[in-house]
């Protein structure tokens, strides 16, 4: 069974750190492009990040440049994001998608090829 499965969020206070994980199963994701996304209360879904599966190219939405990081582990069949100076716009359930096209993940036209059940980060003021 394919599967993405996220972990790592959890209340944070504003100014802290996370690191989120996306691991994969049933499938290898060393082919495949990974995409976070986030989706706020009452908001649209927006692209967070995005990772090649080919050069290692990377993809950061303006609003999380220089405090995201997106990183794989094709070993640990994982990707991850580590969240430094987290504010509370970063609130949201966070999620990770794979696809074949890593310029579909960045602008965020979808459907993708399979999606995790996304974990909540809630960051307090």
């Known amino acids: 069974q394919v599967q993405l499965v996220e972990s790592g969020g959890g209340l944070v206070q504003a100014g802290g750190s996370l690191r989120l994980s996306c691991a994969a199963s049933?499938?290898?994701?060393?082919?495949?492009?990974i995409g976070w996304f986030r989706q706020a209360p009452g908001k649209e879904r927006e692209g967070v990040s995005c990772?090649?599966?080919?050069?290692?190219?990377?993809y950061y939405a303006d609003s999380v440049k220089g405090r995201f990081t997106i990183s794989r582990d094709n070993a640990n069949n994982t990707v991850y994001l580590q969240m430094n100076s987290l504010k509370p716009e970063d609130t949201a359930v966070y999620y990770c998608a794979a696809d074949p096209s890593y310029r579909r993940l960045v602008a965020g036209f979808g459907p993708f090829d399979s999606w995790g059940q996304g974990t909540p980060v809630p960051v307090s003021s």
């Open positions: 990772i090649s599966s080919t050069d290692g190219d990377t």
């Open positions: 049933g499938f290898n994701l060393d082919y495949y492009n």
